[in-house]
C-alpha cells in the first residue's frame, strides 16, 4: 500500500565517537520520500542551540546480501570528547507525520590510559611476536618502551580489550606480513607507532569496536610506478584496514600500501557504522588514498590530505548512507578523485579540493542519492595513462560524473582544467545546466598561486602544494552555507573547496606528544 505519510519510529545515536555522533531516525512511510529532518543541539544545560546539517533521507534497499533500512539518518560534527549533548529534531512531511523529538547523547573522551592503568614498559630489544593480555576499563593494559626502543616482527591483539600500544617499532619484511592484528578488539588503541609491513595494521572479522589509531607512521612495500597503479596493478598491502563500528583513524602518516586506509569489502565486512577518518597525511596509495566499501551509515572521512594515489577516495557501493567526505585535499590523483561506483547509495561530498589528470570532479558509474556541494575541482590532459583492465584518469574534463542517479543532487561546485580545452558535464548535461550556482571554466592560476599543475604524473611530487585559494579568487565567499560544515566563514560566506582563503592549514599527520 502506498503511504506516503511518515509514521514516525525509533531514534538513536549509535557507536559515538571523539568529535561526532550520529543520530538514526526509523520511519514508515514517506513513499515520495519528501519528508525533512531538521536537527539543532546544544552542550546539555546550556542556554542556546545551535544548527546542524539536516538528517539524510535514507531509502530502504539491498545490495550484495546487505540490508538498510527506511529512516533519516546523519551526524553531527566537530564536537568536544566526553561531553554529552541534547539534540532537538523536527521532522516536517507535507503528506502528514510532523514531528519533534528531543535525545541525548555522549561523544568517547579522547583515549588515555589513566593513573590506575597496568605500565609494561619493555626493555629496548628486537623482538619476534609481541602477545598482549586484555585489560579493563577502569584498569587498561599499556605496552610502551620508554628507555630506548623496542622492534616487533608483529603485535598480536585478536580479541583483546581496553589494550593501549605506543610508542612501539614494527619491522615486518615477510611476504604478505601484518604488522598489528587486532581481529575481534575492543576499545584498544594504538598509538605513536613506527610500522613497516606489506600490511600494517588489520582487523578483519570479527571486526573491531570503538578501537582508535592515532599518530602512527606505517611504511608499506608499494612504489609509485606505471605497472602499480590501480585495482589490477602489481601490488599488495593495506595500510590501515579495519571493519567493525566506532573506530576512529587519524592523524597518521601512511606511505606505499595498495589502499592506505581501508575497511573490508563483501563477506568481510561486519557492520560498519559511524566510524572517522581524519587528518591523516596520505601519499603514494597505489589504489586508493582511503576506501570506505560497504560502509552503512555515519562514516566520516574529512580533513585528509592525498597525495600521488591512485584513487583519492572510493566507496563502491555505500550501502545507503549517509558516508560523508569532506574538507579533504587531493593532488596528483590518477584515476578518480570519488570513486563512487558499484551502484552506491549515499554519498555526500562536500568542500573537496581536487586536481588531477583527466577529469576533475569525476565519478564512476553508477550511483544515486549522491550529494555534492562546495567542492572545487581541476582536470587536465590525460598523458595517455592506462592501468590494467584499461582503466585511466577519465575524459580531459573539469567535471565528468557518469550516471549520477535521478535522486542525485549537485550544486555550487567550481570547476576548471589547465592544459586542456574547458568540457564539464554531470551526466549528460553541461555542468552550467546542473549546477545552477556552480562556477565553470575556471583558470588555475587564477585559484591557485605558486602551484603546478601536475603535468608529470607518474613522477613523485617533490613538495605537497598549498592548495589554499589565493586573494581575489572567483571561489572566495562563493560556497552555499551548510549548517555545521562551515558557519566559521571568515568573509561575506564560506570558500568553495577545502580551505578557506588566509586560514592556516590543518595539521596533517602524527602530532608531537
Given at each position: 500500500m502506498c503511504q506516503d505519510a511518515t509514521t514516525p519510529g525509533e531514534i538513536s545515536s549509535p557507536y559515538p565517537t571523539i568529535h561526532n555522533l550520529a543520530v538514526e531516525w526509523m520511519i514508515d512511510g514517506?513513499?515520495?520520500?519528501?519528508?525533512?529532518v531538521k536537527v539543532f543541539y546544544k552542550e546539555k544545560g546550556a542556554d542556546n542551540w545551535s544548527e546542524a546539517m539536516?538528517?539524510?533521507?535514507?531509502?530502504a534497499g539491498s545490495h550484495y546480501g546487505f540490508n538498510w533500512q527506511n529512516r533519516h539518518?546523519?551526524?553531527?560534527?566537530?564536537?568536544?570528547?566526553?561531553?554529552?549533548?541534547?539534540?532537538?529534531?523536527?521532522?516536517?512531511?507535507?503528506?502528514?507525520?510532523?514531528?519533534?523529538?528531543?535525545i541525548e547523547a555522549t561523544t568517547r573522551p579522547i583515549p588515555v590510559p589513566g593513573e590506575d592503568a597496568e605500565i609494561i614498559d619493555l626493555p629496548p630489544d628486537v623482538y619476534d611476536t609481541l602477545h598482549v593480555k586484555s585489560g579493563e576499563q577502569q584498569r587498561p593494559v599499556v605496552y610502551r618502551c620508554t628507555k630506548g626502543k623496542a622492534i616487533f616482527?608483529?603485535?598480536?591483539?585478536?580479541?583483546?580489550?581496553?589494550?593501549?600500544?605506543e610508542g612501539l617499532e614494527v619491522k615486518n619484511s615477510r611476504k604478505k606480513g601484518v604488522g598489528i592484528i587486532m581481529d575481534g578488539c575492543e576499545n584498544c588503541s594504538i598509538t605513536y607507532c613506527n610500522i613497516e609491513a606489506e600490511t600494517g595494521i588489520l582487523a578483519d572479522l570479527p571486526g573491531a569496536i570503538n578501537c582508535y589509531f592515532a599518530d602512527n607512521t606505517l611504511q608499506g612495500v608499494c612504489t609509485w610506478k606505471r605497472k602499480s597503479l590501480g585495482n589490477l596493478g602489481i601490488n599488495a598491502g593495506e595500510g590501515i584496514q579495519v571493519t567493525g563500528s566506532g573506530n576512529v583513524i587519524c592523524y597518521n602518516r601512511i606511505t606505499g600500501f595498495r589502499d592506505n586506509i581501508s575497511t573490508m569489502e563483501g563477506p568481510r565486512a561486519s557492520k560498519q557504522f559511524c566510524f572517522d577518518i581524519f587528518n591523516n597525511d596520505i601519499y603514494v596509495a597505489v589504489d586508493d588514498g582511503v576506501e570506505c566499501d560497504f560502509s552503512y551509515s555515519n562514516c566520516r572521512v574529512y580533513r585528509n590530505r592525498m597525495t600521488d594515489c591512485c584513487v583519492g577516495v572510493?566507496?563502491?557501493?555505500?550501502?545507503?548512507g549517509p558516508t560523508y567526505?569532506?574538507?579533504?585535499?587531493?593532488?596528483?590523483?590518477?584515476?578518480?578523485?570519488?570513486?563512487?561506483?558499484?551502484f552506491s547509495v549515499g554519498d555526500v561530498a562536500l568542500h573537496n579540493t581536487v586536481v588531477k589528470v583527466g577529469a576533475g570532479l569525476g565519478g564512476n558509474a553508477k550511483m544515486d542519492y549522491a550529494y555534492f556541494r562546495n567542492n572545487l575541482a581541476f582536470g587536465g590532459p590525460t598523458h595517455n595513462i592506462r592501468m590494467k583492465g584499461g582503466y585511466g584518469p577519465g575524459k580531459p574534463y573539469a567535471a565528468e560524473i557518469i550516471e549520477p542517479g535521478?535522486?542525485?543532487?549537485?550544486?555550487?561546485?567550481?570547476?576548471?582544467?589547465?592544459?586542456?580545452?574547458?568540457?564539464?558535464?554531470?551526466?549528460?548535461?553541461?555542468f552550467s545546466e546542473a549546477e545552477l550556482h556552480g562556477l565553470g571554466d575556471l583558470?588555475?592560476?587564477?585559484?591557485?598561486?605558486?602551484v603546478e599543475f601536475p603535468l608529470t604524473p607518474l613522477l613523485l611530487t617533490p613538495i605537497v602544494p598549498d592548495l589554499r585559494p589565493k586573494k581575489g579568487s572567483v571561489v572566495i565567499d562563493a560556497a552555499q552555507v551548510i549548517p555545521n560544515i562551515n558557519n566559521n566563514f571568515r568573509g561575506r560566506g564560506p570558500d568553495i573547496g577545502a580551505y578557506e582563503e588566509g586560514e592556516e592549514l590543518p595539521h596533517y599527520g602524527p602530532r608531537e606528544k
Open positions: 514517506d513513499n515520495n520520500q519528501n519528508g525533512q539536516p538528517l539524510r533521507r535514507i531509502v539518518s546523519g551526524s553531527i560534527f566537530d564536537l568536544k570528547p566526553a561531553t554529552t549533548y541534547e539534540i532537538r529534531l523536527q521532522l516536517s512531511d507535507p503528506d502528514g507525520g510532523n514531528a519533534e523529538k528531543f616482527t608483529n603485535i598480536d591483539l585478536r580479541h583483546k580489550k581496553w589494550v593501549f600500544i572510493s566507496s563502491q557501493p555505500s550501502l545507503g567526505f569532506f574538507r579533504n585535499v587531493m593532488y596528483n590523483i590518477i584515476h578518480s578523485a570519488f570513486k563512487f561506483k558499484n535521478e535522486h542525485s543532487s549537485f550544486d555550487y561546485d567550481a570547476v576548471g582544467v589547465s592544459g586542456t580545452p574547458y568540457k564539464a558535464f554531470i551526466g549528460s548535461i553541461p583558470q588555475f592560476n587564477e585559484v591557485f598561486e605558486g
